[in-house]
T-cell receptor, first 111, second 115 residues
């Protein structure tokens, strides 16, 4: 991901709606991408990963989309729940080396 | 699987003292562990890569004499903040992976406050 400064983007969604969190990365050689969820005061938690030979991967309520042409990654969360409120980070790497983390997006789920 | 444990979860120390943080891989062996630092509302910044049985590799700008890393076994890496000062106050997080090309798994971090 691209760490672009001190501003932490925030996304607010209504409970039950779908969430889409976006991430840009800069290394065109990156071939492995991960989304992490970080709750306050805790370490990042693995959500889902995708390799460059795929453009979409689905998990439980989450989908990651990869667009290598524009170096863009997105995380879709279906039926967002209060427990999804956290900061979400993307990370990219080349063959699992030197992960680069994005600036993060704070997801707030409104009741 | 792939559980990483970090201890302590928080520590308060006086300026000038040293603090040791432990990172353990509980159910796998990790030849490589990673230490990150995170400031409030910011992303993770890699400090160093800890290699079992050899010297750690530090990122540019990280003082190796201040942040001592020891990786004495395949399941334990330690980070010692020497002669801590208030500007060292931060959230320190370790991570490990089961192998190259595998995701990083993180500990729950250590909140260091230097008074």
């Amino acid at each position: 991901g691209e760490s672009v400064g001190l501003h932490l983007p925030t996304l607010s969604v209504q409970e039950g709606d779908n969430s889409i969190i976006n991430c840009a990365y800069s290394n065109s050689a990156s071939d492995y991408f991960i989304w992490y969820k970080q709750e306050s005061g805790k370490g990042p938690q693995f959500i889902i990963d995708i390799r460059s030979n795929m453009d979409k991967r689905q998990g439980q309520r989450v989908t990651v989309l990869l667009n290598k042409t524009v170096k863009h990654l997105s995380l879709q969360i279906a039926a967002t729940q209060p427990g999804d409120s956290a900061v979400y980070f993307c990370a990219d790497s080349f063959y699992g080396q030197n992960f680069v983390f994005g600036p993060g997006t704070r997801l707030s789920v409104l009741p | 699987g792939a559980v990483v444990s970090q201890h302590p979860s928080w520590v308060i120390c006086k300026s000038g003292t040293s603090v040791k943080i432990e990172c353990r891989s509980l159910d796998f062996q990790a030849t490589t562990m990673f230490w990150y630092r995170q400031f409030p509302k910011q992303s993770l910044m890699l400090m160093a890569t800890s290699n079992e049985g050899s010297k750690a590799t530090y990122e540019q700008g990280v003082e190796k004499d201040k942040f001592l890393i020891n990786h004495a076994s395949l399941t334990l890496s330690t980070l010692t903040v020497t002669s801590a000062h208030p500007e060292d106050s931060s959230f320190y997080i370790c991570s490990a992976r089961t192998g190259v090309g595998s995701p990083l798994h993180f500990g729950n971090g250590t909140r260091l406050t230097v008074t």
